[in-house]
C-alpha cells in the first residue's frame, strides 16, 4: 500500500533553512496534492502548505514568505524548504497525502513525522 | 482570524456515546473533517466531508453537521478510541485544525 516517510536533519541552528524530503512508495504520486503538516511538542496541528502533483502550490498565509515546496515526479518524492528558523519552528514535521474533494481538502494519508528542533 | 472551537476533553467510561463539537464562524457553509492521534502516532482520518467514513474506518465513528458545529460521535466507546481529535476546515486561503479534544475512556 501506499506509505511516505520524511527525511531530514533532526536539528538546525536558528536562523537556518530546514530541507525535509518525503518519499511516496507503493503508489502514484500523480493525481494528489501532497500536504507538510507540523505539530509543536504538545501543541495542536499546523498546516504548512500543499503543492499538487502538476506543480502548483499553496501556502499557509502566516508562514508563506518562508516556505517553498517543490515537488519531483521522477523520484516521488516532494520537499519543504522553510527559512529563517526560531525556536518556534521546533516540531514533529509530517508529510501527508491530500484529497481535495467537494471544493475542500483531507488528509487521508499520512507520514511517521519527523522531529525538528531548532537550537543553536 | 477564523478559529475552530473544540473543548479540551472529554471522559466518559466505556460503551457510553463520545460527542465532540467544533464550532466555528462561517463552519456551516463549509465541509469538516476529524483525525484521530493516539499517543506518539501521527493522525489519522476518521471522517471527511461532514459525514463521510474512510475505508477501514468503524462504523461507531459517525459526523454530522448543525448550523456552525460540526460533531464527530463515537457510538459504543472503546478503550483503543482513547486519543487526540481534530477537527479540520478549509477557509478560503488556508487550511484550519480545531485545537484538539482529549478523549479519555475511564
Known amino acids: 500500500q501506499v506509505q511516505l516517510q520524511e527525511s531530514g536533519p533532526g536539528l538546525v541552528k536558528p536562523s537556518e533553512t530546514l530541507s525535509l524530503t518525503c518519499l511516496v512508495s507503493g503508489g502514484s504520486i500523480n493525481n494528489y496534492y501532497w500536504s507538510w503538516i507540523r505539530q509543536a511538542p504538545g501543541k495542536g496541528l499546523e498546516w504548512i502548505g500543499y503543492i499538487f502533483y502538476m506543480g502548483s502550490t499553496h501556502y499557509n498565509p502566516s508562514l508563506k514568505n518562508r516556505i517553498t515546496i517543490s515537488l519531483d515526479t521522477s523520484k516521488k518524492q516532494f520537499s519543504l524548504k522553510l527559512s529563517s528558523l526560531t525556536a518556534a519552528d521546533t516540531a514533529m514535521y509530517y508529510c501527508?497525502?491530500?484529497?481535495?474533494?467537494?471544493?475542500?481538502?483531507?488528509?487521508?494519508?499520512w507520514g511517521q513525522g519527523t522531529l525538528v528542533t531548532v537550537s543553536s | 482570524s477564523y478559529e475552530l472551537t473544540q473543548p479540551p476533553s472529554v471522559s466518559l467510561s466505556p460503551g457510553q456515546t463520545a460527542s465532540i463539537t467544533c464550532s466555528g464562524d462561517?463552519?456551516?457553509?463549509?465541509?469538516a473533517c476529524w483525525y484521530q492521534q493516539k499517543s506518539g502516532q501521527s493522525p489519522v482520518l476518521v471522517i471527511y466531508q461532514n459525514y463521510k467514513r474512510p475505508s477501514g474506518i468503524p462504523e461507531r465513528f459517525s459526523g454530522s453537521h448543525s448550523g456552525n458545529t460540526a460533531t464527530l460521535t463515537i457510538s459504543g466507546t472503546q478503550a483503543m478510541d482513547e486519543a487526540d481529535y481534530y477537527c479540520?476546515?478549509?477557509?478560503?486561503?488556508?487550511?484550519?485544525f480545531g485545537g484538539g479534544t482529549k478523549l479519555t475512556v475511564l
Open positions: 462561517k463552519l456551516g457553509a463549509k465541509y
Open positions: 479540520q476546515a478549509w477557509d478560503t486561503s488556508s487550511v484550519l
Open positions: 501527508a497525502r491530500t484529497i481535495a474533494v467537494a471544493g475542500t481538502f483531507a488528509f487521508d494519508l
